[in-house]
């Protein structure tokens, strides 16, 4: 029985933490300016996070140690040093970026400029953090998460051409604006394949106390909770096909977002947008404070634990909330949140080869996950993201710069 | 017992050279084990690893890619060698020799 | 515990103390070389100074920096003997208390002049543990 309740709530957190800030923003800007034409590329992000959140949550559960542990411990500090760095300022502005997807959501509800609502958004992250454990942050977040649903009624009631989106599962080439197609693609291969999102799940699978018991329980949040994920993000691509690209509107505002769902559902579709928008951005806003500082307190072995009284892991706390509140600065200060977003997508794509290469070593030592070794088939999926990685990593900077605008 | 102090990262990734100065591969792993006395135990080095990656072992600089390469491993050519305490010469830390012939 | 791997098993490695707290990494392994008899290992070495020395010249400077900018008089440094390790699993454990360990400084002076000035951090020495 307790299994069952678990998978249940494993299946919640991936749906309620698939969508986003990114997500949202990527998959509205490729269907308002390319219809169906990038699904697949939100299909390839999907499966990718889907492997790369089974592996790292696997690893977390035969060995009872974090991806973040077995980083330091296998390449040592001084390569450790560099995928630090790197999710530390890409997950940085992430962060900043949802912080700004609460405050625009709270500035179309009420009328109040984002700048304003961007500290205290950071604030009640803050205290929920003090004050909250993991199951609180995990699962609150998901259930209230479960509001994105209203994609996929946004999407049926709009009644698409299912073949059509069904066709746009192969890769296509586009027929204009070749560099900002894939722009757009970088872009959601980004929002799709977080790093914060394997180091928080698989801090997560240490916090839970998984074992080997539960590789079924990892097994199908990993696949089913991104499908139902990767699922709702395809329903906002088909949303904004169907919304904005027939009406020849390129979205460059989240102003422009909210519209999304009043066109299948109304007055009461624009509410439904904002609560969405609030709620998921607001849960990853929680999710990636926490990540950050379970990558210093990992990475330098420090005490850390959702769970502990903050006096008990003091440098992890401190790191939380001086991040959670540095974060809201942009914000405040008038940065564009939607400009924020995009770069940040792009920066997460370049930034992948850190965390995901070295997995090709950790999944195959024997001596850390005996007969839970990976098999050809996912040492095969994951050549295939290591080498996507290299791709982005090569490509995002220079398609920012061509197609970004 | 002199009392010479070094680092053990001074000592990984060190080139070792055999007695006519040819390199057989770098440092790569120290086996310890117990080594009892009067006045308790200690942990000795008892063992060195020394690894090569034969005509790849230019690429090898960084950990990363050693490790990979390690993974794949008949595939890049990868060798161990065991090499006792008794026959690394530590004289000079930085540049490991074998002793003996 | 007999045929443990320095690099593999030890270096960088989570140490814990006798009541399973986390005090650092494994930063550095101290050997002591003497001639005709196997290299000793002498202590772990947990602490910015040792890891800055590890990863390159800018994180040395880096961490003088700090410390200048901090005025940190102590070292930095915490030496385990390494006769102190008791078992080698998912992280060290060694036969000694965290408390008053140089590796806890920071930690400490967080809790007690910061975290714990905040409403609801719970008690630092004592008291519920969990949230």
Known sequence: MKKWAELALGIVTSIGGFLEVGSIATSAQAG???GYQLLWVLIVGTLSLAFLMEMTGRLAAVSRRTYVDHLRQCFGVRFFMAPLIVVLIVSFLVLASEVGGVSIALQMATGIGFQWWAVPVALAGWLLLWRGTFGVVEQGTAILGLVALVFAVGAVKLHPHWGEVVRAALPSAPAHDRARYWYLAVSILGASVSPYLFLFYSAGAVEDGWTEEHLLVNRVTAGLGNVFG???AIAVVVVAALVFSTRGIRVDRYEQISLLLASPLGRAGVALFLATLCITCFGSTLEIT???????????????????????????????????????????????????????MTLTAASLPLTVVPLLVLMNDREVLMKH??????????????????VLFVAALPLQKLGGG | MSGREVRLERLVGRRVRDAGGRSIGRIEELICGIELHEHGRDYVVREFRVGTFGRLDALSGSKLVRELLKTLGR?????ERRVGWQLMDLGDPVHPRLRGD | MSGVALIHDVLDAQLVDRRQRKIGRADSIALALSDNAPPRVAAILVGGPVRAQRIGRWAVLLSHALRAVGRVRHNGVTRIPFGAVRRIAEAIEVDMDGDGLEVKHVEDWLAEHVICRIPGAGDERDGEERK
């Open chain 1, 230 to 232: 990767g699922g709702l």
């Open chain 1, 373 to 390: 070794v990976n098999g050809w088939m996912t040492n095969g999926a994951l050549v295939l993201i290591a080498l996507l990685s290299l």
């Open chain 1, 32 to 34: 308002a300016e390319f």
């Open chain 1, 290 to 344: 926490l990540s950050i500082a379970y990558l210093l307190a990992q990475g330098f072995g420090w005490e850390w634990s959702e769970n502990l009284k903050p006096a008990k892991d003091a440098r992890f706390a401190m790191v939380y909330t001086v991040v959670i509140v540095a974060a809201a600065l942009p914000i405040a200060i008038g940065v564009d949140p939607l400009a924020l977003t995009n770069l940040s």
């Open chain 2, 75 to 79: 595939v890049s050519g990868y060798r």
